[in-house]
């Protein structure tokens, strides 16, 4: 079976510019979420999505959004890049078992560099 | 204080050696908890996840809970060059947040 897939695997921004990170979740997987991973840090909650409904928001500004679509793929989208939004981009796809009960599956990332 | 807190290492083993791996947590309500293992520029890939009090095994990796001191632990037998990596510590803190909350992760180095 086909693990969560990420595109594009690199991209490189300038400052100032419009980015949009896309991932598709593991098969018959009804949420996705966000993390933004900085080097030598842990990753960084930023958004959770379930059935299309956003069900989780991280500390992150309003220049950083996400949806989910019918197929449960999602992107990110991020606006006006900072220097400081280079990061790895990890999405993460889980099957809700029950309440409290999810475990999560990372993709290959989306590298991003912003000069 | 960080709400979840994992000494950044390295952590040296011998091959062959028990590497044990420790996490704290601050909140009491977590429920769930995770180890993720990240080779250098990999995303991170999944290990063990533990919800209930005492030792989970899975093979040569051991979690251990204790909810009461709020720690975490994982145990590595028989420790491999192959399992040197960044380990990351994971809490899911409440039913209703549905986020995890990481470590700055543990950097086991495991020498041949």
């Known amino acids: 079976d086909a693990g969560v897939t990420q595109s594009p695997t690199h991209l490189i921004k300038t400052r100032g510019q419009q980015v949009t990170l896309r991932c598709s979740p593991i098969s018959g997987h009804k949420s996705v979420s966000w993390y933004q991973q900085v080097l030598g840090q842990g990753p960084q909650f930023i958004f959770q999505?379930?059935?299309?409904?956003?069900?989780g928001r991280g500390n992150f500004p309003d220049r950083f959004s996400a949806r989910q679509f019918p197929n449960y793929s999602s992107e990110l989208n991020v606006n006006a890049l900072l220097l400081g939004d280079s990061a790895l981009y990890l999405c993460?796809?889980?099957?809700?078992?029950?309440?409290?009960?999810?475990?999560?599956?990372f993709g290959p990332g989306t590298r991003l560099l912003v000069l | 204080q960080k709400e979840v807190e994992q000494n950044s290492g390295p952590l040296s083993v011998p091959e062959g050696a028990i590497a044990s791996l420790n996490c704290t947590y601050s909140?009491?309500?977590?429920?769930?908890f995770f180890w993720y293992r990240q080779y250098s520029g990999k995303s991170p890939e999944l290990i063990m996840s533990i919800y209930s009090n005492g030792d989970k095994e899975d093979g040569r990796f051991t979690a251990q809970l204790n909810k009461a001191s709020q720690y975490v632990s994982l145990l590595i037998r028989d420790s491999q060059p192959s399992d040197s990596a960044t380990y990351l510590c994971?809490?899911?803190?409440?039913?209703?947040?549905?986020?995890?909350?990481f470590g700055t992760g543990t950097r086991l180095k495991v020498l041949a």
């Open positions: 994971a809490v899911n803190k409440d039913s209703g947040t549905y986020k995890y909350i």
């Open positions: 999505y379930y059935e299309k409904e956003e069900r």
């Open positions: 993460a796809s889980s099957f809700v078992r029950g309440v409290g009960v999810e475990t999560q599956y």
């Open positions: 909140d009491r309500v977590s429920q769930s």
